[in-house]
């Protein structure tokens, strides 16, 4: 025989403001379909992943 159970419900004396729990509602909806992204053709060459580790390793680590 299986027991039912319990669970607990904790509800906070306080009035929480919910007001960012629920999306805007803008009235542009296609503003995603607008977004333009511009390729730099001067770009810099990549590094590879050695050099790319080296130039972002912080500077408290030394040489």
Do not use: C, I, W
Not at 29 to 56: C, G, I, K, M, Q
């Amino acid at each position: 025989m299986a027991r039912a159970r319990r669970r607990a419900k904790r509800t906070a004396d306080v009035d929480y403001d919910r007001t960012a729990d629920v999306p805007l509602q803008s009235a542009d909806t296609t503003s995603d379909d607008e977004r333009v992204v511009e390729l730099d053709d001067n770009a810099p060459e990549l590094l590879s992943d050695r050099e790319f580790y080296e130039h972002e390793r912080p500077p408290h680590h030394g040489e």
